[in-house]
T-cell receptor, first 114, second 113 residues
């Protein structure tokens, strides 16, 4: 069966510090991968998606970047965090090609920038 | 632009008191409508996918239905463990590449014993 791992679960970082959140998927190959952010009481906002290794598309201009160095690894990064980067970050995968369209989420990372 | 509106924002029920959550959507060609359950501090957990009007899916005390403009999540005789935020999302046929989901803001359900 497929599983998705996301870490860390919580993170407190000072303004101006770098960020690296990692997500890995097991039990599937060539998945679509996504980073979403969820503000309190709000829906999920798509930040980045990837349909393959090295292929990253950004949905919202911001202080963050994403990379996909391996087929089942997705990384969210920042060189210098802003207060506004605080939030709940979620990694997700879905089947690529003509496969299933539902997305499956990791457990999330609560990021607080202080 | 795809849009999803969920109502009510919050719902408090007594144990055993059945009710329904609403999800209204606007999408350029519905590829799928999805329901998720989210517990506090956790990632969303997939519940159902509905593809066409008239379709219904059930899981324990939950039943999801779909029309051309909205979906309902019916909760029959809820228990306190059903307390969670329920999220609705849509995917458009026009979005063939990224297959991302557009989410509503969710309904926060609290079931009291």
């Amino acid at each position: 069966s497929q599983t998705i791992h996301q870490w860390p679960a919580t993170l407190v970082q000072p303004v101006g510090s770098p960020l690296s959140l990692e997500c890995t998927v097991e039990g599937t190959s060539n998945p679509n991968l996504y980073w979403y952010r969820q503000a309190a009481g709000r829906g999920l906002q798509l930040l980045f998606y990837s349909v393959g290794i090295g292929q990253i598309s950004s949905e919202v201009p911001q202080n963050l970047s994403a990379s996909r160095p391996q087929d089942r690894q997705f990384i969210l990064s920042s060189k210098k965090l802003l207060l506004s980067d605080s939030g709940f970050y979620l990694c997700a995968w879905s089947g690529g090609g003509m496969g299933s369209t539902e997305a499956f989420f990791g457990q999330g990372t609560r990021l607080t920038v202080v | 632009e795809d849009q999803v509106t969920q109502s009510p924002e919050a719902l408090r029920l007594q144990e055993g008191e059945s009710s329904s959550l609403n999800c209204s959507y606007t999408v350029s060609g519905l590829r799928g409508l999805f329901w998720y359950r989210q517990d506090p501090g956790k990632g969303p957990e997939f519940l159902f996918t509905l593809y066409s009007a008239g379709e219904e899916k059930e899981k324990e005390r939950l039943k999801a239905t779909l029309t051309k403009k909205e979906s309902f999540l019916h909760i029959t005789a809820p228990k306190p463990e059903d307390s969670a935020t329920y999220l609705c999302a849509v995917q458009s046929y026009m979005d063939t590449g990224r297959r991302a989901l557009t989410f509503g803001s969710g309904t926060r359900l609290q079931v009291q014993p």
